[in-house]
């Protein structure tokens, strides 16, 4: 079974702190993302990754970046974190097409940090 | 971004009924999954689509990819307490990025 760990369930931070967000994978899939969750707004994709020290934009990546160092870690950096940021974050993993994986994979989801921004 | 039309937002159903959500979208896509959350927890793929017109069945759930490929729909069967969470629609249209629906609340009276 894929396995998607995220380091926190639950984060409480102040406004102005710098964030840090940790989620591992364990299937050396080449494909990471990082969501925010709200209510009524489904997820939303901040940044997502397809190599190590590769990234692309999502469609809310203002007031983020992100980290791939290591193929299984993908790290999410609130720089200077607001009250607006309080949310569900969600990372999920997926490999790339042709890796045996086929073009279609699903992406599989860790379990989420509830970040409370004070 | 776009986002897929998911409806209903929330459901309130009796124990044994059936259900049906849809997500609809203006544009075409090439895949469509559906993804359950239970509270605390992260989405779990349910069911995936890749072909118009597919129909595929997971015990009780099954999900229909719309042969226009703007649509899909999940019904579950018999519904029964621990089908209450969060349900997601999402589609591909090329690469590895997912557009996701909203969401459908499922509340099951027992």
């Known amino acids: 079974d894929v396995k998607v760990t995220q380091s926190s369930r639950y984060l409480v931070k102040r406004t102005g702190e710098k964030v840090f967000l940790e989620c591992v994978q364990d299937?050396?899939?080449?494909?990471m993302f990082w969501y925010r969750q709200d209510p009524g707004l489904g997820l939303r994709l901040i940044y997502f990754?397809?190599?190590?020290?590769?990234?692309e934009k999502g469609d809310i990546p203002e007031g983020y970046s992100v980290s791939r160092e290591k193929k299984e870690r993908f790290s999410l950096i609130l720089e200077s974190a607001s009250t607006n940021q309080t949310s569900m974050y969600l990372c999920?993993?997926?490999?790339?097409?042709?890796?045996?994986?086929?073009?279609?994979?699903?992406?599989?989801f860790g379990d989420g940090t509830r970040l409370s921004i004070l | 971004g776009q986002q897929l039309n998911q409806s209903p937002q929330s459901m309130f159903i009796q124990e044994g009924e059936d259900v049906s959500m849809n997500c609809t979208s203006s544009?075409?896509?090439?895949?469509w999954l559906w993804y359950k959350q239970d509270p605390g927890e992260g989405p779990v793929l349910l069911i995936a689509?890749?072909?118009?017109?597919e129909l595929t069945s997971n015990g009780r759930l099954t999900a229909q990819f719309g042969i226009t490929r703007k649509d899909s729909f999940l019904n579950i069967s018999a519904s029964i307490p621990s089908d209450v969470g969060i349900y997601f629609c999402?589609?591909?249209?090329?690469?590895?990025?997912?557009?996701f629906g909203a969401g459908t609340i499922l509340r099951v009276k027992s």
């Open positions: 999920a993993s997926s490999p790339l097409p042709g890796t045996g994986g086929g073009s279609n994979q699903p992406q599989h």
């Open positions: 299937m050396d899939h080449e494909n």
């Open positions: 990754s397809y190599d190590v020290k590769m990234k």
């Open positions: 544009s075409i896509f090439n895949t």
């Open positions: 689509l890749y072909k118009a017109g």
């Open positions: 999402a589609g591909r249209q090329y690469g590895n990025k997912l557009v």
